[in-house]
């Protein structure tokens, strides 16, 4: 789907910023100066759907965030405070988001994806709950979102991943990866840090020579494609080599140091913070999908301690991330989904840890197309099971789907030319959250 | 009568509904008071041969330290960030403190009964009167901060048997020495290999020195702790170092197992060194270590991981609170 609306304006202002910030890398900043300005928040808004996935690697657990069961065998230490939402109460670790539930975000607590594995769950609930497991290059979700809300003539990136940690990358061992829509939606990965390798190219060679270079390859590409035409790979190899110069001008998106101090202290020294406000420029910038992975949240020994240690972030930058998308205009157009590959167990182990528990956890969306302040279903008493609106990995991706204006029954074609759809047939979202 | 490790026989095991976290016990009786995750306090007269628990409510959250003060009077705290006085002839709560502004991790009472010291992750350490429940003195001496930028956690506290000192240990391994009288700072010790900053696997922390013990005629300092772990906190190594804490010298280190040092305990005359663990499968132990020759000399493996610990005055009794029990051992000879 290409949601490049074809208007003069939108036109005039991509290729502004883009024409700018290829000149940035020569010898400015002048296009990274429009991050911010009211004129281009305002165009990605009319322009532009988003998604930015906050995904807690390792399984975080809901009963020290979303779904408390405080004064119970399994409820462990925590207490639980008030939202906004009248009567909703989380734990006590995420104050700044309790304020904030009934502004943007809804919950849902009632995923069962029976899934309880880091490997097993990262497959299911990065690609969706395929029903055809034959079709082994089915891409991943940040992919899908990529291909669906690129827009044909930018030169950023469409899809990139921020890891603060490698087990997020090395134990949920799906290649997050773009599959039978090409290589052109592959994520940039980019692993305990807040910028990609290699953007610039190596020194021995001039911008000049680059350029050369480049068009000499395009040249060659194309004469090697033409009569090919039916190869989606070798078309998606050339639209990667193509944007090569796009991506590679857009680096200093990930250069926070052009952040004035304030907002950089606002997000706070950790690395999850930076790569949230690196995550923020780059949906300012109108990259499709960002996806912010903070791991590692495994916690079979000492879980109050780690939850203690790691949810007062994630209630930080959840916290921060929203007011501040909401202050560029931004959240409106930009959905942001939380959530692990699993949950963790209400029972408690001799380690005074929680294992993985696929049965009953929560996860949250916020902005786009979601009604703010809603909550949906319920677990039992000890949170064991779910007992109202039970929702399953297809629901949740076809919510997500929907929240982004995207329909989930869409079908694509698989390499093999079988029809694919997004969400199972008969898959119906969760229409109580959305707005 | 002796106490040897040597002879250590388990004489008594008493179920009870949550894991206990803290054990205390009443010199010169059989008596001894344990709360854990449900809340409750429990009074228990382990002479009994079938010992009836009783259950005192009053806590809203993990119980996690106890300790006997005298008389009549037993003070709790806990995670609901609470001071509780008990008088104990009666089961009823006489005093109750929002002492802390976080978790509440540890009470230490002197001696002579008449001070007692709290530790919380609020980073502060109090100082009570324990008759009138007056805060004489807040103790700032540790950062609220880990190196890394997350909340730091003032896990334990220790008085030493003269009641002149008191040190306080923390989630970065960073100890302070006070003295109780003035509140000052006398001694400083860093023991790094009790934090572990994981940037890479995990992108969080893991560790801290979970107890203190001052050794009978006060000149040692034992930490006890977990050295390192991995990406699921459940695997790392149990450390103790022991400080010659006046002129900061490390004299010991022992590591061994898999599981976290929650409990260390001097003999009254400093034969020993006891250190009791939680952990997985058979790492939940009991570990008896010699000082003069630098070795440890006895281990045995508890049937519960002991989360809370208390060693008699003679040093002849063992209590260890863990999962869903308390345990008793005797090592009279």
């Given at each position: 789907?290409?949601?490049?609306?074809?208007?003069?304006?939108?036109?005039?202002?991509?290729?502004?910023?883009?024409?700018?910030?290829?000149?940035?890398?020569?010898?400015?900043?002048?296009?990274?100066?429009?991050?911010?300005?009211?004129l281009f928040a305002e165009q990605l808004k009319r322009e532009q759907k988003q998604c930015?996935?906050?995904?807690?690697?390792?399984?975080?657990?809901?009963?020290?965030?979303?779904?408390?069961?405080?004064?119970?065998?399994?409820?462990?230490?925590?207490?639980?405070?008030?939202?906004?939402?009248?009567?909703?109460?989380?734990?006590?670790?995420?104050?700044?988001?309790?304020?904030?539930?009934?502004?943007?975000?809804?919950?849902?607590?009632?995923?069962?994806?029976?899934?309880?594995?880091?490997?097993?769950?990262?497959?299911?609930?990065?690609?969706?709950?395929?029903?055809?497991?034959?079709?082994?290059?089915?891409?991943?979700?940040?992919?899908?979102?990529?291909?669906?809300?690129?827009?044909?003539?930018?030169?950023?990136?469409?899809?990139?991943?921020?890891?603060?940690?490698?087990?997020?990358?090395?134990?949920?061992?799906?290649?997050?990866?773009?599959?039978?829509?090409?290589?052109?939606?592959?994520?940039?990965?980019?692993?305990?840090?807040?910028?990609?390798?290699?953007?610039?190219?190596?020194?021995?060679?001039?911008?000049?020579e680059h350029r050369q270079r480049s068009e000499l390859r395009s040249l060659l590409a194309?004469?090697?494609?033409?009569?090919?035409?039916?190869?989606?790979?070798?078309?998606?190899?050339?639209?990667?080599?193509?944007?090569?110069?796009?991506?590679?001008?857009?680096?200093?998106?990930?250069?926070?140091?052009?952040?004035?101090?304030?907002?950089?202290?606002?997000?706070?020294?950790?690395?999850?913070?930076?790569?949230?406000?690196?995550?923020?420029?780059?949906?300012?910038?109108?990259?499709?999908?960002?996806?912010?992975?903070?791991?590692?949240?495994?916690?079979?020994?000492?879980?109050?301690?780690?939850?203690?240690?790691?949810?007062?972030?994630?209630?930080?930058?959840?916290?921060?991330?929203?007011?501040?998308?909401?202050?560029?205009?931004?959240?409106?157009?930009?959905?942001?989904?939380?959530?692990?590959?699993?949950?963790?167990?209400?029972?408690?182990?001799?380690?005074?840890?929680?294992?993985?528990?696929?049965?009953?956890?929560?996860?949250?969306?916020?902005?786009?197309?979601?009604?703010?302040?809603?909550?949906?279903?319920?677990?039992?008493?000890?949170?064991?099971?779910?007992?109202?609106?039970?929702?399953?990995?297809?629901?949740?991706?076809?919510?997500?789907?929907?929240?982004?204006?995207?329909?989930?029954?869409?079908?694509?074609?698989?390499?093999?030319?079988?029809?694919?759809?997004?969400?199972?047939?008969?898959?119906?979202?969760?229409?109580?959250?959305?707005? | 009568?002796?106490?040897?490790?040597?002879?250590?026989?388990?004489?008594?095991?008493?179920?009870?509904?949550?894991?206990?976290?803290?054990?205390?016990?009443?010199?010169?009786?059989?008596?001894?008071?344990?709360?854990?995750?449900?809340?409750?306090?429990?009074?228990?007269?382990?002479?009994?041969?079938?010992?009836?628990?009783?259950?005192?409510?009053?806590?809203?959250?993990?119980?996690?330290?106890?300790?006997?003060?005298?008389?009549?009077?037993?003070?709790?705290?806990?995670?609901?960030?609470?001071?509780?006085?008990?008088?104990?002839?009666?089961?009823?709560?006489?005093?109750?403190?929002?002492?802390?502004?976080?978790?509440?991790?540890?009470?230490?009472?002197?001696?002579?009964?008449?001070?007692?010291?709290?530790?919380?992750?609020?980073?502060?350490?109090?100082?009570?009167?324990?008759?009138?429940?007056?805060?004489?003195?807040?103790?700032?001496?540790?950062?609220?901060?880990?190196?890394?930028?997350?909340?730091?956690?003032?896990?334990?506290?220790?008085?030493?048997?003269?009641?002149?000192?008191?040190?306080?240990?923390?989630?970065?391994?960073?100890?302070?020495?006070?003295?109780?009288?003035?509140?000052?700072?006398?001694?400083?010790?860093?023991?790094?290999?009790?934090?572990?900053?994981?940037?890479?696997?995990?992108?969080?922390?893991?560790?801290?020195?979970?107890?203190?013990?001052?050794?009978?005629?006060?000149?040692?300092?034992?930490?006890?702790?977990?050295?390192?772990?991995?990406?699921?906190?459940?695997?790392?190594?149990?450390?103790?170092?022991?400080?010659?804490?006046?002129?900061?010298?490390?004299?010991?280190?022992?590591?061994?197992?898999?599981?976290?040092?929650?409990?260390?305990?001097?003999?009254?005359?400093?034969?020993?060194?006891?250190?009791?663990?939680?952990?997985?499968?058979?790492?939940?132990?009991?570990?008896?270590?010699?000082?003069?020759?630098?070795?440890?000399?006895?281990?045995?493996?508890?049937?519960?991981?002991?989360?809370?610990?208390?060693?008699?005055?003679?040093?002849?009794?063992?209590?260890?609170?863990?999962?869903?029990?308390?345990?008793?051992?005797?090592?009279?000879?």
């Open positions: 789907m290409n949601r490049f609306c074809g208007s003069p304006s939108h036109h005039l202002t991509r290729r502004a910023f883009l024409g700018n910030a290829t000149g940035a890398m020569i010898g400015g900043t002048a296009g990274l100066k429009m991050l911010g300005t009211p930015i996935l906050i995904f807690l690697a390792g399984g975080a657990s809901q009963l020290e965030t979303w779904d408390p069961k405080p004064g119970t065998s399994t409820g462990g230490p925590f207490q639980t405070i008030p939202t906004s939402i009248p009567g909703y109460h989380v734990c006590e670790l995420l104050p700044k988001m309790a304020e904030r539930l009934s502004q943007h975000t809804a919950v849902v607590r009632s995923l069962d994806t029976t899934n309880t594995d880091h490997d097993a769950g990262a497959r299911v609930l990065l690609r969706g709950n395929r029903p055809d497991d034959s079709v082994t290059d089915y891409p991943t979700l940040g992919s899908v979102l990529a291909h669906e809300l690129e827009q044909r003539d930018a030169r950023v990136p469409n899809h990139v991943a921020l890891y603060t940690a490698y087990v997020g990358l090395t134990l949920n061992r799906v290649p997050d990866a773009a599959g039978f829509l090409g290589s052109r939606y592959d994520p940039i990965n980019i692993l305990s840090r807040l910028s990609p390798d290699g953007l610039q190219p190596p020194k021995s060679i001039s911008d000049f194309q004469q090697f494609v033409r009569g090919r035409q039916r190869d989606g790979t070798l078309a998606s190899y050339n639209d990667a080599y193509q944007r090569v110069r796009g991506i590679m001008a857009s680096d200093q998106l990930f250069d926070i140091s052009k952040e004035p101090q304030n907002v950089r202290d606002r997000y706070g020294p950790t690395l999850f913070g930076q790569q949230a406000l690196v995550g923020r420029r780059l949906i300012e910038a109108g990259v499709p999908f960002v996806r912010l992975n903070r791991g590692w949240w495994d916690s079979h020994g000492e879980n109050f301690e780690t939850h203690l240690e790691l949810v007062p972030e994630l209630d930080h930058v959840m916290a921060v991330l929203m007011d501040d998308l909401q202050e560029r205009g931004l959240l409106e157009n930009t959905l942001v989904v939380t959530f692990s590959e699993m949950g963790r167990t209400p029972a408690i182990n001799a380690m005074r840890g929680r294992d993985h528990w696929g049965a009953a956890w929560s996860a949250t969306l916020s902005g786009l197309g979601v009604k703010p302040g809603a909550v949906y279903g319920a677990t039992n008493d000890n949170g064991t099971e779910v007992i109202d609106g039970k929702v399953d990995v297809a629901k949740f991706y076809a919510t997500i789907f929907q929240a982004l204006g995207i329909d989930h029954q869409k079908e694509f074609k698989a390499s093999d030319g079988r029809p694919v759809v997004l969400t199972d047939y008969g898959t119906e979202p969760i229409r109580e959250i959305l707005a | 009568m002796a106490a040897d490790p040597n002879t250590i026989k388990e004489v008594k095991t008493l179920k009870l509904p949550g894991d206990v976290l803290s054990v205390t016990h009443v010199p010169g009786t059989n008596r001894i008071f344990v709360g854990g995750t449900d809340a409750n306090v429990y009074a228990i007269d382990t002479s009994q041969e079938n010992p009836e628990p009783t259950a005192w409510q009053g806590h809203k959250s993990y119980i996690s330290s106890l300790a006997y003060v005298s008389g009549d009077s037993l003070v709790s705290c806990g995670w609901d960030k609470q001071l509780i006085w008990w008088d104990i002839a009666s089961g009823k709560p006489v005093r109750t403190i929002q002492a802390h502004k976080k978790w509440v991790r540890k009470i230490a009472v002197t001696p002579d009964g008449r001070t007692i010291a709290s530790v919380g992750d609020d980073m502060v350490c109090r100082i009570w009167n324990t008759q009138t429940g007056e805060l004489l003195r807040e103790l700032r001496g540790h950062e609220p901060l880990t190196p890394h930028h997350f909340l730091s956690k003032l896990y334990t506290c220790v008085i030493s048997l003269d009641g002149q000192h008191l040190a306080t240990a923390d989630r970065v391994g960073h100890i302070v020495v006070w003295e109780i009288a003035t509140g000052a700072k006398v001694a400083e010790l860093d023991a790094p290999l009790f934090y572990h900053w994981d940037f890479d696997r995990n992108n969080h922390s893991a560790g801290g020195i979970r107890s203190l013990a001052f050794s009978a005629d006060g000149k040692l300092l034992a930490a006890g702790g977990i050295e390192n772990t991995d990406v699921a906190i459940i695997a790392g190594k149990a450390l103790v170092q022991v400080f010659d804490w006046k002129s900061g010298e490390r004299t010991h280190e022992f590591k061994q197992g898999s599981f976290v040092f929650e409990n260390l305990a001097f003999h009254h005359q400093d034969d020993w060194l006891l250190g009791a663990a939680g952990g997985s499968g058979n790492d939940r132990k009991l570990l008896f270590y010699n000082l003069q020759s630098n070795s440890m000399f006895k281990e045995l493996i508890a049937p519960t991981p002991i989360y809370g610990m208390a060693l008699s005055e003679t040093s002849e009794t063992i209590y260890g609170g863990g999962r869903e029990k308390v345990v008793q051992w005797d090592l009279k000879v």
